[in-house]
């Protein structure tokens, strides 16, 4: 079956320090590779995405994103975390009209 | 939420009622997708539409029904049948295969629809 995983049900950082999330996936060919973030009682805004090419992606707000290719592993990274950055973040893949999404994982950055 | 509109943001039913969660794009967009979020469990696809007059079923469609009669407009109905239907629910988009986009979806801002 294919999935995505993020192991992390939560994430704790203090402001000012990298922060790392985790995604892994099992979708069969070349998927296309995705991060969201929620804030409370809000949809999902997009991040950023990967779909070929150098295997970190920068997206909005400072974040980015390492793909992995052997360790079948997409890890949305920030090298300074804020406070504002507290939310639920989703990983999803996308391959053949088909999309994937991860349980999300909860951030939460201290001051 | 660029483009996609839910209506209502907060939403009470009484056990054994019908109700009708609205989702509109003006993206034209041709595909339509809804979801449910529960606590903890992440997204579920209830039911997503390719094309207009046409639809399939997600993983978790009993208790569910919808219609897509116009390209822009993808209304979702929670019925009696549905157990626990207390949960937030979120509609989204994305262009046709073949197109520059196909594989972002866009959200709207969601429903929270609480049974009494």
């Known amino acids: 079956a294919q999935s995505v995983a993020q192991p992390e049900d939560q994430v704790n950082v203090a402001e000012g320090n990298p922060l790392t999330v985790k995604c892994t996936y099992s979708v069969s060919g070349n998927p296309y590779l995705f991060w969201y973030v929620q804030y409370p009682n809000r949809g999902l805004q997009f991040l950023l995405k990967y779909i070929t090419g150098d295997n970190l992606v920068k997206g909005s707000y400072g974040f980015e994103a390492e793909f992995n290719k052997s360790q079948t592993s997409f890890h949305l990274k920030k090298p300074s975390a804020l406070v504002s950055d507290s939310a639920l973040y989703f990983c999803?893949?996308?391959?053949?009209?088909?999309?994937?999404f991860g349980s999300g994982t909860k951030l939460n950055v201290k001051p | 939420d660029g483009g996609i509109t839910q209506s209502p943001k907060y939403l009470f039913r009484k056990e054994g009622q019908n109700v009708t969660l609205s989702c509109e794009q003006n993206?034209?967009?041709?595909?339509m997708y809804w979801y449910r979020q529960d606590p903890g469990q992440g997204l579920r696809l209830i039911y997503y539409s390719q094309i207009v007059n046409d639809f399939q079923k997600g993983d978790i469609a009993e208790g569910y029904s919808v219609s897509r009669e116009k390209k822009e407009s993808f209304p979702l109905t929670v019925t009696s049948a549905q157990k626990n239907p207390t949960a937030f629910y979120l509609c989204?988009?994305?262009?046709?295969?073949?197109?520059?986009?196909?594989?972002?979806?866009?959200f709207g801002p969601g429903t929270r629809l609480t049974v009494l």
């Open positions: 993206l034209n967009h041709d595909a």
């Open positions: 989204a988009s994305n262009e046709a295969m073949g197109g520059p986009n196909t594989d972002t979806q866009y």
């Open positions: 999803g893949a996308y391959n053949f009209n088909k999309f994937y």
